[in-house]
């Protein structure tokens, strides 16, 4: 049942340009420039007259979460907060009846996400939900939703579920925008069409296994990691931190680029593996600048490119080239070598990739 992978996790991780597909097939009709989601088309009204938008969730889920909502409100420009399901339901949250409350969760079982669900109910509040299993608690408890077709994730580590969340997150965000009228429509076309592409963007992303492979091996025996990206690709980097402590139980931080100077950058030596998400894209300069301060105090780079990328490569220690899409689903392609990267090491220090040490698939206790 592994379809001739070592793992679950590895065969999830390839399954991503299926999957994704499967996510926007019936949804995205680019030909006709539409977006069609019955679960949004149904409840266009309270998602248009939304004051805003707050995303629960916990985990990985959580992280596409901040995906989603930067996609929101650039796209659609609705509010948007995105809290730990754990936290929104026992700090007495203020939410109102014209909110729209978007509850993301892979398993639909996950017990702070349901309590958080069941609170924004209580207070009036509009409840979305954004599952992958059919038929699971938070998808009965939800007022609607769009599921994600991620199929069935065995994987503690969720790896289809994160990238096929954000592609529904881009579908809605982009259905909202078009709705609202916030989004030139050529704009919105080349969103479309390049959300087509995804899949097989994704798939050419997947080819760096054998260059990633060996960053492994050279980083494999370190004890911290740094993972930095700006804009849409600062969840994309907070994802690949938690991806590499689940699994290969070396302790890892994700932050957005600019916090560096705000502390962590003390933490940079020699013994320093730093991943930076840096495609040719607008914060660019930027990221470069944050990986020469980073070079100054000989830490190791190790950066996800756009292919053909020339400046970061003259400074960095290891690249891993990725395509370019637009700069928010770019962060559904820069996801693809962090989890490469989190399997090869958990792999080669001999950790049970599958299922780590503590933790359980669907976490059903508070
Ligand atoms: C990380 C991971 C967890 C889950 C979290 C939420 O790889 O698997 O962080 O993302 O427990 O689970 P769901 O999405 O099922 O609510």
Known sequence: EKGGYEHFMLKEIHEQP???KDTFRGRLLSDKGLIKMAGIEDNLQKFTNAKRIIVVACGTSWHAGLVGEYMIEEFARIPVEVEYASEFRYRNPIINEDDVVIAIS???ETADTLAAIKLAKEKGAFVFGVCNVVGSSISRETHAGAYTHAGPEIGVASTKAFT???TVLALIALRLAEAKGTMSKSEYLRNLLELELIPEKVEEALKEDANIIKIAEIYKDSTNCLYLGRGFNYPVALEG???LK???YIHAEGYPAAEMKHG???LIDEQMPVIVIAPNQNHYDK???????IKARSGKIIAVVSKGDTQVKALADHI????????ALTSIIATIPLQLLSYHIAVMRECNVDQPRNLAKSVTVE
């Open 106 to 108: 892979q398993s639909g």
């Open 287 to 293: 990221v470069v600048s944050n990986i020469q301060e």
């Open 18 to 20: 299926a999957v994704i």
């Open 264 to 266: 962590p950058i003390a």
């Open 320 to 327: 891993i080239e990725m395509p370019e899409s637009t700069e």
């Open 164 to 166: 096929t969340q954000i």
């Open 246 to 248: 689940e699994i290969s």
């Open 241 to 243: 931190a938690l991806k």
